[in-house]
């Protein structure tokens, strides 16, 4: 009767203990599980949509036959355009931004066809924008208001240029360099706002300047 009873014991212990190590197993996955969903890019998608706004960027610069290599325009040099807060590493971002620069700089220049468009790009954003209330919806909205502010201020810009006949670099032009025009203290990150704002201006400038 005794060693019914402790067989008794010993399974239901068993399988408390089976309970008890496989949701301990089961964390870590649960965990990377939930990683797809607060708001971060894995890596592969942020290295994709790098290079790809990358390339665009390059293909359209070098279509306007302002710069002799790509390594002297300063979206290549800072590789940052488009970065944003989910993303992570910068570094990473800005590595593969300025493979795909040089990649369309270069093809634009050899006459070839264009390998990416902007819709690529806008598809791989889009897939991993949520909706309203997602995780980093709020920060979405920020950047965008940043976004718009900044082509508004990059238009004035690129318009007074073109009508007196001079490029100038971005790093000489005081808003840019502040990138916070507009900004307020309930849209968060001034980091991801400056970013944003500048990413705009350098759109609005360039479509204004060259009459796109």
């Given at each position: 009767?005794?060693s019914?009873k402790?067989?008794?014991r010993a399974?239901?212990?068993?399988?408390v203990?089976?309970i008890?190590?496989?949701?301990g197993?089961?964390g870590p996955?649960s965990s990377?599980?939930?990683?797809?969903y607060?708001?971060?890019?894995?890596?592969t998608?942020?290295?994709?949509?790098?290079?790809?706004?990358?390339?665009n960027r390059?293909?359209?610069d070098?279509?306007?036959n302002s710069?002799?290599t790509?390594?002297?325009?300063q979206?290549w040099r800072?590789g940052?355009?488009?970065?944003q807060?989910p993303?992570g590493?910068r570094?990473?971002f800005?590595?593969n931004f300025?493979r795909?620069f040089a990649?369309g700089?270069?093809?634009?220049?050899?006459?070839r066809?264009?390998?990416?468009?902007?819709g690529?790009?806008?598809?791989i954003?889009s897939?991993?924008s949520?909706g309203?209330g997602?995780p980093?919806?709020?920060?979405r909205d920020a950047?965008?208001?940043?976004?718009q502010?900044?082509?508004?201020?990059g238009?004035?810009r690129?318009q007074?240029?073109?009508?007196h006949g001079?490029?100038?670099d971005?790093?000489?032009?005081?808003?840019?360099?502040?990138?916070l025009s507009?900004?307020?203290t309930?849209y968060?990150?001034?980091?991801?706002?400056?970013?944003a704002y500048?990413?705009?201006?350098r759109r609005?400038?360039?479509e204004?300047f060259t009459?796109?």
């Amino acid at each position: 009767m005794r060693s019914i009873k402790w067989n008794t014991r010993a399974a239901m212990l068993g399988s408390v203990l089976a309970i008890v190590l496989g949701a301990g197993l089961a964390g870590p996955s649960s965990s990377a599980h939930a990683q797809d969903y607060n708001g971060r890019w894995d890596r592969t998608r942020v290295s994709r949509f790098a290079f790809m706004l990358g390339y665009n960027r390059g293909y359209e610069d070098a279509a306007q036959n302002s710069y002799r290599t790509y390594r002297d325009v300063q979206r290549w040099r800072e590789g940052s355009e488009g970065w944003q807060d989910p993303m992570g590493n910068r570094t990473i971002f800005r590595d593969n931004f300025r493979r795909g620069f040089a990649q369309g700089f270069m093809d634009a220049r050899r006459n070839r066809g264009r390998r990416y468009s902007q819709g690529d790009v806008d598809r791989i954003r889009s897939s991993f924008s949520g909706g309203p209330g997602a995780p980093g919806a709020h920060d979405r909205d920020a950047n965008r208001w940043a976004d718009q502010a900044g082509y508004r201020d990059g238009q004035r810009r690129g318009q007074f240029d073109a009508r007196h006949g001079g490029r100038v670099d971005f790093d000489r032009i005081s808003q840019f360099r502040t990138g916070l025009s507009g900004y307020r203290t309930q849209y968060g990150d001034r980091e991801s706002y400056r970013q944003a704002y500048r990413d705009g201006f350098r759109r609005g400038y360039e479509e204004a300047f060259t009459g796109r």
